[in-house]
């Protein structure tokens, strides 16, 4: 008897467990929130008494079908609504959210998985669910407010996944988790404009946190992404497996009080970065640990960047550039007129405090002509900038001419040419464009002067004789105009 109580108890557990989700049968059927609880055996039920329709069992909208939802839905704990067809989530009432919401403690997930339809979210606040999943689906949230995310399963409001979701005008704020993430082994171009992102205090994690992306640009367009002080990064896309060939629009938007504001790190990625505001990105309490209001971490050569027209300030450091990777800030036939000034920090309570807008930690020559670095003092100048003067491994930064606070070139370039190139006879010809008054000065690697010379000609020989083999630099001024060019001695 005992034996055959407990096969009852069995067979009766069973049979919840087999009842415990609803999948719609694939037959191109368009459902409400009313059909399903209709249909759903129970998986949908209505409260009188709160207005609501919960979900409490799984449920499952199979390819071809829709879920077209027109009342604001509640999850219990550990619900996911799986759509493999197509949602459509849109609100007309002007005064009053849509809802997908859990309560305190819920652990509820929308996952879109393979969806043969598109998915469309329009002014749908979704609030204290554990996370959305977007796995090789066509989504759009418009006018959507992401709150109060436990992201305890997942690490971030929004996981996509081989796929290019829109986000338009949308909030996510005060979130356990990153706001929007993609993996490092899948390839998605997110579309992200117009958004705020505030608080979202993923553990170690930036705000919006991408791997690779997809056929498209990752686009990133007029968003503001504040920390409140809460040392978390703002943007970080990384390719660090090789995945694909990762591009990058980052245009328009102010990237405020984080850890460090934009990180791109790995192999094939190329960004445009313009028209940004990186300020006060130095939340990180130790500056050897983060802190850039750009950091550029290249595997090789082939992650680039092309940045213009931004503001950088007050970080712990200004623009980093890590290993490899070709930077252009600027260009004699395109000038950077970026703003970077006054980013640095502080060691040992106080002591050895140091200004850092630009720190060339590669071996790799950076173009960075016609910026504004605060003053247009040139010493004062080079001393904020880290670069082959500093270190001979580096690679040099070529930022003259520059811009005074007016946008106006404080310098102009002459040109010039030195040959040979390198240097093997003991000297070289310098040619000038025209025979102008004009100084020529050489530096060797470590910044000091070893040789001055006045040229009256367009045409001059310099006898470097004297100097040992090595790398150093000529720099040509005459009264209006001013340049650099490295050159070696064998």
């Known amino acids: 008897m005992k034996h055959f109580l407990l096969t009852i108890v069995f067979s009766i557990g069973l049979v919840s467990m087999l009842n415990a989700q609803w999948v719609s049968p694939g037959n191109g059927t368009t ?5 399903l609880m209709e249909v759903s055996n129970g998986c ?3 409260y009188e008494g709160n207005n609501e329709y919960r979900i409490i069992n799984n449920i499952t909208i199979s390819a071809n079908d829709k879920l077209d939802v027109n009342h604001s839905l509640y999850f219990d704990n550990n619900i996911t609504l799986t759509i493999k067809g197509s949602i459509e989530a849109i609100n007309t009432d002007t005064y009053h959210w849509l809802a997908f919401s859990g309560n305190s403690g819920v652990n509820g997930c929308i996952r879109l998985e393979d969806a043969t339809g598109p998915c469309v979210f329009r002014r749908c606040y979704i609030t204290q669910l554990d996370g959305i999943q977007v796995i090789e689906s066509e989504v759009v949230f418009t006018d959507c407010h992401f709150q109060n995310f436990r992201c305890e399963q997942q690490n971030a409001v929004v996981n996509c996944m081989n796929c290019d979701p829109v986000f338009t005008n949308c909030e996510f704020d005060n979130n356990n988790g990153s706001a929007i993430s993609s993996p490092a082994n ?3 171009s ?9 608080l979202n205090l993923g553990e170690n994690r930036p705000q919006i946190n991408l791997g690779p992306g997809a056929q498209d640009s990752i686009r990133i367009v007029r968003c503001t992404i504040d920390d409140g002080d809460h040392t ?4 970080s896309i990384a390719d660090l497996m090789g995945t694909g060939a990762t591009k990058i629009l980052l245009k328009d938007n102010i990237i405020k009080n984080c850890r460090y504001g934009y990180n791109q790190q790995g192999y094939n990625l190329s960004s445009v970065i313009i028209g940004n505001q990186f300020i006060n990105n130095k939340l990180e309490t130790n500056p050897m640990n983060g802190g850039s209001g750009i950091s550029i971490y290249g595997m090789d050569e082939n992650n680039k960047a092309y940045i213009r027209n931004n503001v950088i300030t007050n970080n712990h450091w200004g623009i980093t550039v890590i290993n490899a990777a070709d930077v252009d800030l600027g260009t ?3 000038w950077g007129h970026n703003v970077i000034h006054g ?3 502080v060691y040992n309570y106080g002591a050895n405090y140091g200004i850092f807008d630009l720190y060339n930690n590669s071996a790799y020559d950076i173009t960075a002509v016609g910026n504004y670095w605060g003053t247009i003092d040139e010493q004062e100048i080079e001393e904020h900038i880290t670069h082959q003067f500093d270190d001979p491994s580096l690679g040099l930064v070529n930022y003259i001419p520059f811009l005074n606070d007016d946008g106006v070139n404080e310098t102009l370039t002459t040109n010039f040419e030195v040959s040979p190139n390198p240097v093997s006879n003991g000297s070289f010809t310098l040619s000038l464009e025209k025979a102008v008054p004009t100084e020529v000065t050489i530096y060797n690697v470590n ?3 070893v040789k001055s010379q006045h040229v009256d000609n367009s045409t001059q020989v310099i006898n470097v004789e004297s100097l040992k083999s090595g790398v150093y630099f000529v720099v040509v001024r005459n009264a209006t105009k001013k340049s650099i060019k490295k050159f070696v001695i064998k």
Do not use: K, L, S
């Not at 404009?193 to 505030?198: H, N, R």
């Not at 978390?232 to 943007?235: E, Q, R, S």
């Open 186 to 188: 899948g390839q998605t």
């Open 190 to 198: 997110p579309q992200i404009t117009d958004c705020i992102f505030f």
């Open 31 to 35: 459902y409400t929130v009313n059909d």
């Open 232 to 235: 978390i990064g703002g943007i």
């Open 44 to 46: 949908i039920v209505w």
């Open 332 to 334: 004699e036939d395109n």
């Open 447 to 449: 910044g000091q002067r």
């Open 343 to 345: 980013n640095g920090h």
